[in-house]
């Protein structure tokens, strides 16, 4: 899988949840609608986390993936 190209990145590794959360709603308000998120975690708990955070607010999740540790989770500003 090719990842999606996006705008900007949140590195949250090391960050326990909410702290990701936070993160990344925050940069999401500074994207346009369409542009993509990185968002780079460690907690075990993120995968299910950005899940519920996308399907409540709209965003799209493109893609969680897991690699050595971390997961990158890849979100596109909902359109407005």
Do not use: W
Request: glycine share 6%; charged share 25%; proline share 5%.
């Amino acid at each position: 899988m090719t990842p999606p190209v996006f705008k900007e990145t949140v590195d949250a590794t090391g960050m326990a949840c909410p702290l990701p959360i936070l993160r990344a709603k925050k940069a999401l308000a500074t994207l346009h609608a369409g542009d993509v998120l990185r968002v780079i975690t460690t907690d075990r708990g993120a995968v299910r986390d950005f899940q519920a955070f996308c399907k409540q607010t709209g965003n799209a999740l493109l893609a969680q993936v897991e690699q050595e540790g971390s997961v990158t989770h890849y979100l596109e500003r909902r359109l407005k």
